[in-house]
Each structure stands twice: as structure tokens, then as C-alpha cells.
């Protein structure tokens, strides 16, 4: 059953001479629950990509579909209400709010949506991080793997339907990159979360159900897994 | 010596990079700048605007010596302290043929001026030139107003005589002095002139023209000078010619020669930058000069000049005349307490500059740290040094301040012309109130100019090269001590983390309460930025308050010396054309009830004060009043004050050792009005005679005078008293005087108890009077006053003043013309123009107003640099927080929540900011108060309330306003790309 559809998305930065065309109509869907890697080399446009899915950032052109909502249709606030529930965020660079102990980042796109805070669930998620020991600390005080876990147990907190990956082990050394992937596996099949990850590593992106490139912001390929081996 | 070219490069490059940044640096410069103008320009362009507008209304000398013969004239002249002086010849009386008013005026009283007196004493033609020679005068409009028809080019011919006036002694008169021993009487001309009968008495300067009868007749004694003049020129009545006097006033060129043998008087300036106490010299000559015979006559009046060394020397009043307004705006007063305020103020006003200009520089490069630390650092791991990378900071300020100096003096010069331009209607309209001369809308024509000198100049850029240096102190020693990896890394300027981390706010996270959740957690662990922002709240708060506290303590001071021992009318009185009054008491009560009963009236109002007649017994008055008497009495004898000062001030028994008391009456209604302000109910006390007493008393060195005794004359000082009375609202008190005893030509004492109804301040009265003064002011009713009357009998003493102010309705008020035909013994209508009665009664309380305004004018400029200050830590801290706000952005904050969140934060900043505001104003308060309270006594400072709420207003305000501006939603492209480019 498809859950994210994208069509003819084009984004584009600058204009006259300085333009670049970051994505130039870019058409896929997603079912829900599928796992599916996008990957390209820099610059050709899968951040890009992941934020105009997320929400975060609007195409030029084109619509993004996602459980048959238009949601570049939407105003800001509502958008912004979309974000916090259906889309869990994980960052190469974490993006965790300084200011914020684990406990407080974790829970708080819930409690953005104005949830008040599920102390079960929180204590369900901390421990299943492996962050019980710290979860007073700010970001700053954590280790990049910590500071990702927290990230990922912020997406996952609220059970959002697609959890949307940037490069999330990018920063992270081989073995807390491979820890942090298998959470996220492991919470797209425990949940049946829809997965997008991007990445550079081929090898993992071999690991989700269909890989999808990215080349000079047009899709080269998308294919499943099972076909490309 | 380290090369800096490089750093000065990078620098360089970093401030062109963050233009908004140099920009609010470069304006905190350049209002910086703008002030130290404003404070040395202004000050003295304020200073010279105010002395050229006492000099427009009293004229530019400096000061007059009346008598002087030619060997005293010849010896103040060598005086070194004497810049210029020149003589003032009276020439004497001389009929005047072409009068139109004989009966009134039949003579000119001719005076000789020499030199630059014609315009040292504001005399202004109205037609033709100046007399250039002794056979040519210029004569008073006043001659042409009456009737006149004299013109320049006129001849006259003068006969000039001296007038005397002889009071004859009848037989029967002479009689009965000889056989019963009895004093002669005499003839009153008035309260300051009389003759004995028998005697004959020159006639003093200005006297009026009294038609003679069977009492007296006027002796004309020629002078000698005589001759055709001709006359050159109509002047405007002088301020010194009176519509009373018996000659209208002719002037005339004369020499600046002074023979032995003849008296003059002379005028002097003084010499600009003497230090000497010029009267005392003058004084000295003078007292050198008299016979043993004159000093003995003059020291029984006990009149003396006491100068600062506390040696008093004998002088008649009204011997040496100062212009003490136009010598305290030339800084060269004989009172040192302005002088010293003034430098005081400016010495304190310049160190708030230099901390408003410290607090903004300082906080914008505490802002910028982190990123000047990363270029910093990468120039430190290729080697720069410590005093290079310092030389950063300098560079920047330096560089900034080299074109901020010259634009910041040529625009505070703008500042100080515009504000001069748009207060000068205020300064003309204060003027045109209360000064005599420039009555007639002239003020607007006082102009100004701005005094730019030299030293000012330099002052100027010292003062401001050091306020800058001192603001990129700090910063430039934190970034000279940054290290190679910490700066690269960005580590260094970041505030200290707790290790054991940060308690959940879990509390607002059960309860769903996001936004405060988001706004605690920001301004309490996000430190370094939140200090920033706290610190130009607090900077703001504190300094506009402390200068508005300062200013208002500047304008107290002047205000409680200024207004000392005076009655200022309020908005009461204001309104009213007409004034009636009278000595006479009778002749007073028949045109009061004319007043009251005419129906052409449309409204009047009493001005109803006794002064000084009533008494209150000293152990009555609080310690407080006591001790504030006996230190004031104590500063004019060092040595120990002498037994008889003691029990003349301090209650011996005898009435006038008891503290005198004035009183004012009000009509009923008016009085129940204080009472009801006040919040007294007086009409329990309706059967009794109940009084109300105004709370404030302040006694002050300048109530008092002595020349003996070892008695100095001490800095000015004054002790302000709350609660002058032993004795709450319902006691009885008693009213202390003595009553004349006609018929057996005695005093008596008489004791009126009265009824305390309870006490009132300033503001309950401040519609009708602003009252000063060491005496005990006292309100009663008519009823009450009446009664008060009754039981006193004829009282002994003190001074009655009964004014009523009225307006008609109608153009031609045969009330008017009734009340025009009471006149005094000078000749003088009982009615007449009430003028401008306003809160500018007099010029010094002028002065006060004009330094309130430049106060406030000040404390706006202040106010400015802090909140450029305020928005430039919003701006940073902004800045700091982008990762945040792209977080929350890609978390799906809301704009409301957002809004909201801020809106918290803003809470949290100011109340954080109040309290440490309120922390350093009150302590710096409170040394400047102990420091003014060490060289002026004990003052009650008003409390500047409007600013402080204003002050607070503001600071939220412009924190809400600035927030909204730096966190505007088209930032939102800009937190899109923080997400995008996943980098802080």
C-alpha cells in the first residue's frame, strides 16, 4: 500500500546565471512499511530530497503525496503539525536541541503536538537506547553515537508512519554506525515503519528493500534489492 | 615589536564579512561620541544660552559699587580681579518743560553712563542713536507714552539741581518738644523714606513728585550743571524707572574720570578667568576707606560680607550690587555650590557614557566570540601572538572610533543645534515669565550659539578614546588568552555545563506546557547568550534610572536652592487677568467686597499669607527638625557654636527663639479640598479651629547669616525634614505671638491652641502652591483664620500679604476703573495685569525647569545606546541559537508556539534583568546619595516614578519589538539551510 508519492518534484536555488537545479522532476512512491535507500554522490540533490519529504523545505515544483495528503498544499502550521506527527527526522549531524536533556529532546516533538508526556513510553524508549545513565545530559555532553541514539528515540517516540534518515551513520566510526543502523531496522520492522535512509555507503544502502540514485538531481535508478543483486 | 599587518587584514576582512555587527559596534561608537559633545558643547552652550538670557534681562555687568569717591574708584580699578570698569554718574534732577504729566512727573533725573554701560544695562533705543557726547541725551519712552511730544533732535535746557525734602515743625509742635521732652514725628513718604520734622533729607534716587502742602516742601540745590542738550534718541523705559518716580529718566555721555571730591557709582565686569573672591576685595577697599566714625555707624546695623575665611567685613545694604545670575552661568558666582554641581554632574554623567559605551562594546564582542576565536585561532596555530591577536580587538574599535570621532562631534554639534531649537520655545516662554525686561516676547530673540572651544574639543576625543579602550579591554585580554586548538575547535567563549547534567523539566512535560519548557531551558542553560541579553536589559534599566535619579538629584538641589524660603502659585491662580492689592487693610477689605458682590466678576481667587507672625514652641518640633537646625546652625562655627546662637535658634523661652510659622488661608472650600486630597476629614473638627500643616520643612545655610563669633560662611547644605512636629493629626498645638497693647504701649503675649486635622504634602497643594523653606507651613480656612484674628489683637510683628486675582466679563469693567482709582502712597493703581502667573515664578526656578529638561534630554541619549545595545545582545543571541531554531523548525514547531515561546522567554530575561538592575541601582543610588548627602546635607529625593515605569515600559517593549524584528518569519529561508546544510 503506498504511503509517500512524489511527483515531478523540481527544486531549484538562485536564478539567471547563479541557478542551480538541485532536483529536476523527480517521481517515485514508497509503501508503507517499506525500507528504501536513496543514494548519490554530493551534491546531487538527496538532502534535498529528504527535506522537500520531511516537509522541512518546499519544491519548486511538483507535489509530495503522503498517505494521499498534498502536503506542500498545506500552510505552515499545518505543515508544521504534519512534521510532528507523521514524520520522524534522524540527521548525519543529529540536530538535538542544545538546550535540551535527552529526556526533553526525545519527547519533544510529542509534546510539540501538544501530547502531554507519556512517562512510560520515554522510560520504554530511553532504556531501549541504552541511555538510562544520561539522559539528564545535553547533547553536548554526549558522544556522537549517544547524541545520534538520542536523535533516533526522538523519531521514534511518537511513532511517526515514515522515519526519514540523513546520512545518519556519516559521522559515526564503523561500529557505532552499524548499532544505530540496526535500531533503525529493527524499528522498521518492530513498527513497520516506513524507512528512508540516505547514505553513501552502498552496502548499506543494500540492506533496504529498494535503493533509489540520485544523479545531478535526477533519478538514475530505482530498483529493488533482489533485482540489482 | 609583532607585525600586525596580517591580523589588521583578517580583521579587516571579518568586519566587512559581519556588516551588521561593525555597524551596531561602529553607531555604539559614534553615539558615544555624540554624547561626550553633548556633555562639554552642550553644557557650555546651555551655560552661555542662559547667561546671555539673564544678561537680556538684567543686563551685563557683573557688579555696581553706589558712592565711590575718586580715590575708591581709582583703586578698584587697579584691582587685578576687575576687568573693566565704568561710571555711572547721577547728574541730578531737572525740570522738564516739554512734560505731559507735571502733576506726576515734572522733572528728567538725569544720569551720566561712560563708556560700555548703555549696553551692559540693556538700554534699548526706540528711535534715533546713543548720546556721544555731554551735551546730548537720550530720553524714556515713557516721557512720549504720557503724553510727550519731545523727539530726537529736540533741544532742552537744563538747570540740574539735587532734591530735598524739608518737613516743617510747627510751633505748637515745637512746643511740646520743648516742654515735654517729646521725640519729634515726621512725614512718611512710603515704608523706606521718611523725614523728622524740622529736618531736611536728600531725597533718595528715583523718588516720586508730592504736590507740597502745610507738612513739607521739596528744596532744589543746583548742581552746576547747566546748558542746552539736545536730545539724540528715545530709549526704552529702563528696568530701573518706576511709573511712580518724579523724573523721567534722561541719559547722557560722561567720562570715565572720578574726581576726589564726588560720589559715582561704578559698574565692573570682572575678569573671566580670576579665581579671587572679588566682592570680599571690593568690600575691603571700601571698609578701608571709611572713618572710624562711619565704621562704628555701620557695624551697629550688624551687617557684614562674611567671606569664606569667615572674617566679616562691615557693609551697608545694597553698597555693592551683584548680577548673581548672569556671575553663576559665567561660572564666576560667589556661590561655589553650582560650580560644583555642574562639575560634579559632568564628571558623572561622562562615567555613565563611558559604561553604557562599556556595557555595548564589550557585549558585542562577547556575542561574536566563538567566531572570532575560529579565525582567531587559525591565525594563532600559524604563529600569531597573544598582543597581535589583541590588537584585533583594538584594530577594530580603533579604526571604527577614527571615523566615528570627527562625524560623532559634527553630528553632536547637529544634536545640540536641533535640541537647542526645539527647546528654545520652552527656555523663551520660561524666560518671557519671569524675567522683567524681555517680557515683551523679546526672549525668542536671545540667541545662541554653539561654544566649540579647544579644550573642549580635546576633551572630547581623550574622553572618548578612553571610554573606547576601556570597552575593548576586556575582550581583547579573553581573545589574546584563546588558544590555538580551543579556538580552532570553537570550544572557547562557551559557558560551563553541569557534569552531572540538567534536572527534566518534567513537570511542564506531564502538564503539556511545551513553550515554557522550550523558554526555561533556553534562558537558563543556554547561559552565555542569556547573560548577554540580561546584561543590556540591566544596563539599560540601571543606567537610564541612575541618570534619571542623578538628573532629578541635580534638579532637587538647584530646585531646593533655588526656591529657597518661596511660595510658588499654582494652576490655581493661573488663569486669572486681574490683581488686587493693598497695604491698606481697610481700603483692602472695601475692594475685596467689590470684587466679590460685582457681577461683572467672573471669577476670583484670595492669595491670602501671613509670615513669620506665629510661632511654635521648640519642644514641639521632632528630633529630627532639632538636629537638622543644630547641624545646619553648627557648620558656621567650626570652633564651637557660641551660647547665644544656641538660644536664639533653639527655643530659650523667649518667643523668637520658637521656630516662626506662616500661615496661608483658604477659602472653605478650597481648604476642604486639600483635606479631601489629603484624605483628612476636617468636618469633625468644624466647631474647633482646626488647621492643616504641610509635611515638608527644609532648613538650609543659605536661612541663615552671621559675621561674628568666629562664624564662617559654610558650603551650601540642606536637610530636608518629613515629619516636623511632635504631634499627630487630632492633637491640639498652640500658636505662639505677641499682641500690641495700644493703650498701654506693650507686648503681650498671646497663645492660640489649634487643632492638628492632619498633615499634607506637596502634591494635595501642589495645585495652589509649591511650598519651600525652613519655616513650618500652616493652612487654615477663612473661619479659622478669622478666629485666629480675633485672638491675636494687633499683632506685633510678621508680614500680611493679601492678593486677589479676578477676571471680568466684559471689555470696559467699570470695576476696574473703580478699583484703578485705589492707589498706594507711591501713587501706584491697587489694580493691575496679574501677568504670567505660572509654575516659572522667578528665574532660578526657571533655571531649575530648563535643567530638568536638559536632564531629561540626556537620559533619552543614554537611553539610546542602551537599547542599541539591547538590540544588538536580541540580535546575537538569535544568531547563537540558529541550530535551535532549525531543530525546532524541522520538529514542527508552530508559529504561535514559537511566538509564545519567545514571549516566555522575554518574561524570564526581564524579570532576571529587573532584579539585577534593581540591585545596581539602588546601590549606586545609595552612594550617590551619601555623596551628595556628605557635601549638601540631608536631602529627600523624589523618587523619578514615571521613569521608572517608563524605563520598564521600554524595556519590554523594545525587547518584544527587537525579538520580533530578529526573529521575523523570513528568517525561516535561513534556519532551511542551517537543516540543509546540517552545519552550525
Known sequence: ?229 | MDNKKIIFQVTKTYMKKNKKRTTITFLGILVTVILMTAVFVGKDTVMKYMENAVAADQGRWHLQVYDVDGAVAEQIRALPCIDKAEVSRPLGYSVFAASANPAETPYIELKGYSGEIFKWMNIRLVEGRYPENDRELILSKRAIDEGSDIKPGDRMEVDAFTRYIHAYLSDEEKRVIEEEGKEPGGVMFGPAFSVTHGDTVKAPEHFPFYEENDVFEEIHEPTGLKGTFTVVGIMESPDYESPGQGGYIALTSTGSDVAENEKVNLVLTIDPDTKTDVYKELAKLIDAARTDEERAEIEKTGISYVGKDGIGIPMENGKILSNDMLLTFAAKGQDESFNFLMVFFQAFFIVLITAASLVLIYNVFSMSFKERSRYLGMLSSVGATGSQKRWSVYYEVFSLLLIALPLGIIMGLFVIKGGMELLKPHFSKIISAIASNVISGRSSEIEYRLIINPVNLLFIVMFSILTVWLSALIPALRISKVGPVESIRGNEGGAKLKKKGYRTYLNFMLKGKTERLLANASVERNTHSTKGIIRSITAFIALTLITAFAARSFTDILESKANREQLVPGAAYSSYPYRFSIEDDIQYQKGKEDIASSDEVSGYREMNLNMYTYHIDYDTYTDEYKNALSTTLEKFFPAGMPEWVRSSYMGNGDLFSDPAVNIITFSQEDYNSIAKKAGIDVSGYADEMNVLIYEDIAISTDDFRFGSDGAVKPDYSVYQIKRPLNAKAGDMTELLSYEYDEENDELRDVTIPVRIAGYVSDEDVKEFYTLRGGELWIMVSENTKAKIDEMSGIAAHGIDTKVILFDVNTDDSKLIRRLSQIKDEYGDSAVETAGLISEYTDFKTAVTKIADIVAVCFTILIAIICLMNLYNSVMGRRLARQKELSVLHSMGISRAQRSKMLMLENIRLLIHSVIDSALITAAFVVCLRILLDMRFGHMIFSLPLWQILLTLGISFAGLHIFTAICYREDDNTQIIEQIRMESV
Open chain 1, 1 to 229: 500500500m503506498e504511503i509517500l508519492r512524489c511527483e515531478n518534484v523540481s527544486k531549484i536555488y538562485g536564478k539567471g546565471e547563479t541557478e542551480v537545479r538541485a532536483l529536476d522532476k523527480v517521481s517515485f512512491s514508497v509503501d508503507k512499511g517499506e525500507f528504501v535507500s536513496i543514494i548519490g554522490p554530493s551534491g546531487s540533490g538527496k538532502s534535498t530530497l529528504l527535506h522537500i519529504l520531511g516537509g522541512v523545505d518546499r519544491p519548486t515544483e511538483g507535489k509530495v503525496f503522503i498517505d494521499g495528503t498534498d502536503i506542500h498544499s498545506l500552510s505552515e502550521d499545518k505543515l508544521a503539525i504534519f512534521r510532528r506527527r507523521q514524520i520522524g527526522l534522524v540527521y548525519q549531524f543529529y540536530n538535538l536541541m542544545p538546550v535540551l536533556n535527552i529526556d526533553e529532546n526525545i519527547a519533544l516533538p510529542h509534546l510539540l503536538d501538544g501530547r502531554e508526556l507519556d512517562k512510560e513510553r520515554l522510560d520504554q524508549v530511553v532504556e531501549y537506547l541504552g541511555l538510562t545513565d544520561r539522559r539528564q545530559n545535553l547533547p553536548s555532553q554526549l558522544s556522537g553515537g549517544q547524541q545520534q541514539r538520542v536523535s533516533i528515540g526522538r523519531a521514534l517516540y511518537s511513532h511517526p508512519a515514515i522515519l526519514l534518515a540523513d546520512e545518519p551513520t556519516g559521522n559515526l566510526d564503523r561500529k557505532t554506525g552499524e548499532e544505530i543502523i540496526d535500531l533503525l531496522k529493527e524499528s522498521n520492522k518492530v513498527n513497520k515503519q516506513t524507512l528512508i535512509l540516505i547514505t553513501h555507503d552502498e552496502g548499506l544502502a543494500m540492506q533496504a528493500d529498494r535503493v533509489i540514485c540520485i544523479e545531478d538531481g535526477r533519478i538514475s535508478k530505482n530498483e529493488k534489492v533482489k533485482n540489482i543483486v
